[in-house]
């Protein structure tokens, strides 16, 4: 898989390769799929993500990006939890819809859609409200490109001590970034975006030893993040319910 310098906001462009892909019929429950493809593309992903590999997992999930967004928030962000989310474009108010939705108890800090997120605004934020337990962020505000300061971001979070959630949907596999280094606890993405696939999933790769809390913490069956990983690593690459095979299978074709 070769990370592309194209930041795209959706689907234009794959290759012959990637349609080629397509061609031939994959079932869902299939050793050569899952071990072959899902699990591999697992493997890679996390370790484009991460220097420390082995400390992170990749769950990839049914549906756009959103979908992915909307999996990583209900299923990491506890009942108890205070979640802040800095905004400044359409995606960053997107996530802030997800909370409500979910009835998380939530802040969303907003910014001018002409300005980056400021992470001295985050550390005021984090200093008056102690009781924020996880922070997110959009890492490329796609509507307008502008790239928020990731580095100064996860910084003054895990300065703080928090949980950091980045939508990094547009810029993943496009810059690069170390989810390690920098602190990162979540990360989303999709196939269709830099990576340059067509659509049908999305993913988060994240912190194992969090992940491992949120058994039984989401509020949606489907969108259960936690599950889906359990039943991803029990399985070797089964997804719970009907995968996007072709999708999958082209997304591994680059
Ligand atoms: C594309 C995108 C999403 C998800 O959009 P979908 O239409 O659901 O794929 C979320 N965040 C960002 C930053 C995006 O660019």
């Known amino acids: 898989m070769k990370p592309y310098l194209l930041l795209t906001p959706g689907p234009l462009t794959t290759t012959e390769s990637v349609k080629q892909a397509m061609m031939s019929d994959w079932c869902t429950w299939d050793a050569d799929y899952n071990e072959g493809i ?5 493997k890679e992903l996390t370790a484009l993500a991460s220097s ?7 769950v990839l999930m049914q549906g756009s990006g959103t979908f992915s967004v909307e999996a990583a928030l209900g299923s990491l962000v506890r009942p108890q939890d205070h979640l802040l989310i800095a905004a400044n474009g359409a995606y960053g108010k997107r996530m802030g819809s997800i909370a409500s ?10 910014f001018e859609e002409t300005q980056a997120v400021d992470a001295q605004a985050i550390d005021e934020y984090l200093s008056r409200n ?3 337990t996880h922070v997110a962020v959009v890492h ?6 502008i790239l928020n300061p990731l580095e100064s971001i996860a910084a003054t979070v895990k300065k703080h001590g928090k949980i950091l959630i980045v939508d990094a ?5 496009g810059i690069p970034l170390d989810m390690a280094r920098l602190g990162i606890d979540a990360l989303i993405s999709s196939a269709n975006k830099c990576v340059q696939g067509v ?11 969090r992940l491992a809390q949120c058994k039984g913490v989401a509020r949606s069956l489907s969108l259960d993040l936690y599950d889906q990983w359990d039943t991803m690593e029990k399985g070797h690459g089964k997804w719970r319910f009907t995968s996007p095979t072709h999708v999958v299978r082209a997304f591994s074709r680059h």
């Open 52 to 58: 420390r590999p082995e400390e992170y997992t990749t």
């Open 130 to 132: 102690p009781q924020t």
């Open 38 to 42: 899902v699990q591999v593309i697992r």
């Open 101 to 110: 939705y979910y009835g998380i108890d939530s802040h969303l800090m907003k």
């Open 169 to 173: 949907m547009s810029s993943f596999g």
């Open 140 to 145: 490329c505000e796609t509507t307008t490109g």
């Open 199 to 209: 659509p049908g999933f999305g993913f988060v790769i994240v912190r194992r030893s």
